[in-house]
């Protein structure tokens, strides 16, 4: 579904990914793992769209559409999400004018029926619920105030709403506690089918253990340099990121 | 000498000129002159003072309204500003707002090709509040607007002013308060989205006359084409006020390479125990918040105009609008 090809991306000619390659099938769960200044921000940036990278080879698919080629917000019409490691605050914008301005902006993107005032607040009030967002924080300004742990449950709220093809998580883990970290998990979880992937971007495997990805990737020097099953997060979580100690 | 020329002079006059105003032949027709003498007040900016005179020299007209008094019905004013005759006009309205009375005052600048000298004068009495809603629609951008307001406000009383549009040709909108009653209270908001080569200044002299007085100055622009917005405010604090809190914010989003925003504050405070703060802002659109909306979906003109709406609303932030003031500003 997503398919990563020899990808190679500097900022200010400094290289940041230098041939990174990796291959996401529906219904797969990817995590990608590794040190800081790997590259795994950036690699989540550029999927998503974000200015200021140059991009010096390569190519990235999401099943027949060339992502490198469309704005943010194509992309997101197309099935790609992001859940940002910091969400931004958005002052003056309303939480619940902007899932309604995203939710429509996509459905009209992808050839459905925009939602009316009603279908939407039904709609929005419904995934709100599970994952512990109140109408309070709804009315207030987008991310606005919120804690860390509500910024990332809105990200989820967001995911959940605009239902992508693949959905990346941007470190959504660091900073969480542990029933934060379920709502994410479960957010995640509950989208899992055949028709559906993510790539989860993380340093921690408290994450992994409850979403217990396909495969788990290891990134270093801006490209993979080992591919496995959870196997391989438990091997991190005991020798670390470091090759010297161990094969990784 | 000109009015143009002597304001030129004038520091606080830098990025306003009346020199294309004045070489337009105005038609002025003024029915019969009303002699009645009128006191000038006094603006303590030798140019706004010059403004003032010249307007009370030539008005023919001098309107005197007296809200919550018991003879008059009249408890919201709303005017339209315009000449009824000619292109041009000279106009002084002097609104007396009695104590413990609370009242709006609405004005629609409604002009085209017009050259506006109106004068306000307001006398808050003891507790009266008066909220002053001033909406600016140019419908050409041709026109020279002055409208210089002079308010006064007596122990407890509270005067708000919102100024919205999108400018004028010339346009300066001066506002002086006095704080001259304990426990007043002067608060002004002015937003404005200026096109083109639309201008718009908004200079303010805030003075702190008595003790426990608070005031706030918060000012948006939003410039685009070639257009210039100017805000220049001014605290100043007696001796004997005490315990004043006096703020100050103007912030500009600035969408072109050619639009300009001039923002002058001021403070001069003689009292010890103050709260003052001053600030001023300008830059482009958040390119972080660009790229959070549209990675959203939602397209990059629909998240400008997110980001626009919501910069330019955050100025009534703790203060009542009505709705048609609220959508005057969208």
Known sequence: MLKIENLHVSINETKILQGLSLNIKAGEVHAIMGPNGSGKSTLANVLAGKDGYSIDQGSVHLEDADLLDMAPEERAAAGMFLAFQYPIEIPGVITQNFLKSSVNAVRKARGEEELDALGFLKAMKKEAAKFGVSDEKLKRALNVGFSGGEKKRMEVLQMAMLKPKIAILDETDSGLDVDALKVVADGVNAQRDPEHAFLIITHYRRLLDMIKPDVVHVMKEGKIIKTGDITLADQIDDVGFNPQKEAI | ?330
Not at chain 2, 33 to 39: A, C, G, R, S, T
Not at chain 2, 51 to 66: G, M, S
Not at chain 2, 102 to 128: D, G, M, R, W
Not at chain 2, 295 to 311: H, N, Q, V, Y
């Open chain 2, 1 to 330: 000498m000109s009015l143009a020329r002597a304001l030129s002079k004038i520091e606080g006059w830098k990025y306003t000129s009346l020199h294309s105003a004045e070489q337009t032949q105005w038609n002025n027709n003024a029915a019969e002159q009303n002699n009645e003498p009128l006191e000038t007040p006094k603006f303590t900016n030798e140019g706004d003072h010059l403004i003032a005179q010249n307007i009370v020299q030539h008005c023919d007209d001098v309107t005197q309204y007296l809200l919550g008094s018991k003879q008059s019905t009249t408890r919201d004013l709303a005017l339209e500003i315009k000449p009824a005759k000619g292109n041009a006009f000279y106009k002084v309205i002097h609104v007396t707002v009695e104590a413990d009375h609370k009242v709006t005052l609405t004005e629609l600048f409604k002009t085209t090709q017009n050259f506006v000298n109106y004068l306000v004068i307001i006398e808050l009495k003891e507790n009266a509040q008066l909220s002053h809603y001033r909406m600016i629609d140019d419908a050409t951008q041709q026109s020279t607007i002055l409208a210089p307001v002079f308010v006064q406000a007596q122990k407890g009383a509270t005067y708000t002013q919102i100024v919205t549009g999108r400018g004028a040709k010339t346009a300066r909108f001066t506002t002086q308060g006095e704080l001259l009653g304990a426990s007043s209270h002067i608060d002004l908001r002015g937003v404005h989205k200026l096109n083109d080569d639309a201008h718009m200044d908004q200079t303010i002299v805030m003075r702190h006359m008595a003790p426990d007085c608070t005031s706030n100055q918060s000012i948006r622009y939003i410039v685009d084409g070639e257009a210039n917005g100017t805000f220049q405010g001014q605290i100043h604090v007696d001796q004997i006020a005490q315990k004043t809190a006096a703020f100050q914010l103007c912030k500009s989003l600035l969408l072109s390479d050619r639009g300009r925003v001039n923002t002058k504050p001021e403070l001069e405070i003689y009292a010890d125990d103050v709260k003052c703060s001053h600030g001023a802002t300008s830059g482009a659109l958040d390119q972080n918040m660009m790229f959070y909306l549209q990675s959203r979906g939602i397209p990059e003109e629909k998240a400008r105009s997110l980001l626009m709406e919501a910069f330019l609303k955050d100025v009534f932030d703790g203060i009542y609008v009505p709705p048609a003031v609220q959508e005057f500003v969208t």
